[in-house]
C-alpha cells in the first residue's frame, strides 16, 4: 500500500503502512512511525534509546463498507542523560481514545441526519462509543454557553417526567440559544444563573416570563433595573382554562337534557378564537349555546375582547381597554371572571410592559416543543449530562425523527 494513501484516507502522515490483514468486514492496518526519534525533548541532548514498544488498535475512516482498524506500533523512547522515559507522540487520536479525529467528524457527520443506534449500526461500533464521541463534541462547541451581548432572556420551565421531574430554562430571546439549564422549577432553579450573570457583569434589559409568582420574585430580586414582561400568550391560556371551568360548571349545574345537550361538546367552539370559525353550522351552534346561558355568553366574549390588549398603537390606549375588561369582568359577579380580573391588576405593570419592547415567550415555547419531540423520540435520556448538552445545542439542529 501507497504511504501517501495513509495519508488522503486516513490523515496518517507522520507513519508508514508495514503489512495488512483481513478478518471478515474488517481490515487491519499494521502502521509504524517513518522516522525515530533522535533528540531528547526535555533535555535536547541525541542520547534516546527505544526501550520497548506497545500495539495499539485506532478506529479509522471505513472504506466500502469495510470496518478499518489502525494497528499502530507506538514505540517507547528513553533518554540516558535524564529521566525522560516515554512514548512517541501520537497525532491522529487524543490520549486513551480508540478512534482517529477523522473517524469522529465521520460519526458527527452521520449525527446531524442519523440517530446514535443507526450510526453505531452502520458503523459496526456501540452505541455508548457513539454517545461518547458526539458527548465530547457538544461539551466542546456548546458548554458552557457564551453569555456574550445578551440583554433579552426567556424563563420557563418543561417536565421531564410529568409529575415528578422539572428543569428550568433561560433562553436569549434574540438567538433562540438555551444559555441555562437548572434543576427543579421556581427561584431555587434560577439561583447558580444569576451568580453567572453578576460574575460576568452581564446587564439584562429585558426579561419574558409566564405569571410564576417564583420567577416574578427572583427577576424582581435578581434584575430589579430589567423590564419584566408577561407573556400575553400566558395570560390567554389563564382565561382560557377559567371560561372552560365555566363551562364545565354549567353544564354540571343545568337540569334540563335539552340544554345540557345544547352544552355538551362545545369545548372547542368556545376556545377557539371566534374570528376562524367560518363553518355556519359550528357558529349556529356556538350561538345557541351561548344565547341560553348568560355566565357562559359573558365569559366567552369577555375572553375575545382580552386580545385587544395588545391590539392597540400606545400603551395608554391598552391599559384604558385593561381596565375596561376589569370592570365588565367585575360586574358579571361571576367567580371565575372575578379571579381573572385580580390576576390582571395584579400583574398590570409587566402585562403592558410588552408596549416597551414587544418581547415574549414564544421562543421559549418553540424550544419547550422541539425539547418534548427529542424525549419523544430519544425514548428519554437517562444520562442528565448528554441530555444538558443536546439542549445546549438544541437552537443549532434541525429537530427531526434523527435526534435519538
Known sequence: MNNSFLYHAWGLYTLKYTSIEYKGNTIILNV???????????????????????????????????????????????????????????????GSQSYTFRFA????????????????????????????????YLSGKYEPPSLEGVENIGIDEFAVKKGHIYKTIVVDLNTGRILYVGEGKGADALEKFWRRIR????????????????????????????????DHFHVVKLMNDKLDEIRRLQYAMEKDINKRGVLKGTRYLLLRNGKDIFDK?????????????????QAYYLKEQLHEIWTQLYKEDAEKVLLDWVEQARESKVPQLLKMANVLMAHRTGILAWYDCHLSTGKV????????????????????????????????????????
Open 32 to 94: 509504524e512511525s517513518k522516522t525515530r526519534e533522535k533528540r531528547c525533548p526535555k533535555c535536547r541532548k541525541y542520547h534516546l534509546v527505544k526501550n520497548g514498544y506497545r500495539t495499539r488498535d485506532f478506529l479509522g475512516l471505513p472504506i466500502g463498507g469495510k470496518k478499518i482498524i489502525i494497528r499502530m506500533k507506538i514505540q517507547r523512547y528513553k533518554c540516558k542523560d535524564c529521566d525522560y522515559d516515554q512514548q512517541e507522540q501520537i497525532r491522529f487520536a487524543n
Open 105 to 136: 467528524k465521520y460519526v458527527i457527520d452521520l449525527l446531524r441526519s442519523m440517530t446514535l443506534k443507526d450510526v453505531a449500526g452502520r458503523l459496526g461500533v456501540s452505541w455508548d462509543l457513539v454517545k461518547e464521541i458526539h458527548m465530547k
Open 199 to 230: 460574575r460576568k457583569g452581564i446587564i439584562i434589559k429585558h426579561v419574558a416570563t409566564d405569571l410564576s409568582a417564583a420567577f416574578t420574585l427572583s427577576v424582581l430580586k435578581n434584575c430589579p433595573h430589567a423590564v419584566h414582561v408577561f
Open 281 to 297: 353550522q359550528f357558529k349556529t351552534r356556538l350561538d345557541n349555546a351561548l344565547a341560553m346561558n348568560k355566565p357562559l355568553s
Open 365 to 404: 415555547e418553540g424550544i419547550n416543543n422541539k425539547i418534548k419531540v427529542m424525549k419523544r423520540n430519544a425514548y428519554g435520556f437517562r444520562d442528565e449530562k448528554y441530555f444538558k448538552l443536546r439542549l445546549y445545542a438544541l437552537h443549532d439542529c434541525r429537530i427531526t425523527q434523527n435526534v435519538g
